[in-house]
């Protein structure tokens, strides 16, 4: 089974820039995408965007279309989320997580706290 470590969390001001990495450990044979979660305190785990790993095609969830970027680096095994314009609403803890029939193989998750 794949393991994700996230990574890159931390403490910005808002309209500041953070980079989060998701590392995976192990081969992606069956997984068709890679995608990062974000949580709340008190919320549900909310979807932010994916990336199939076949053609890296990227989805974004509608509250951070434009500001966030997906991008995966194949020989590193990594994938990255380019969190620009950051708000206080975007303090949440990061997740990634891979998807072969449904979204699994869950990191630990990585701090995001934007001060306003």
């Known amino acids: 089974q794949v393991q994700l470590v996230e990574s890159g969390g931390g403490l910005v001001q808002a309209g500041g820039s953070l980079r989060l990495s998701c590392a995976a450990f192990?081969?992606?044979?069956?997984?068709?995408?890679m995608g990062w979660f974000r949580q709340a305190p008190g919320q549900e785990r909310q979807y932010v965007g994916s990336?199939?790993?076949?053609?890296?095609?990227?989805d974004y969830d509608a509250s951070v279309k434009g500001r966030f970027a997906i991008s995966r680096d194949n020989a590193k095994n990594t994938m990255y989320l380019d969190m620009n314009n950051l708000r206080p609403e975007d303090t949440a803890v990061y997740f990634c997580?891979?998807?072969?029939?449904?979204?699994?193989?869950w990191g630990r998750g990585t701090q995001v706290t934007v001060l306003p």
């Open positions: 997580a891979v998807r072969e029939y449904d979204w699994g193989s």
């Open positions: 192990g081969r992606l044979v069956r997984e068709n995408a």
């Open positions: 990336i199939t790993l076949r053609r890296g095609y990227t």
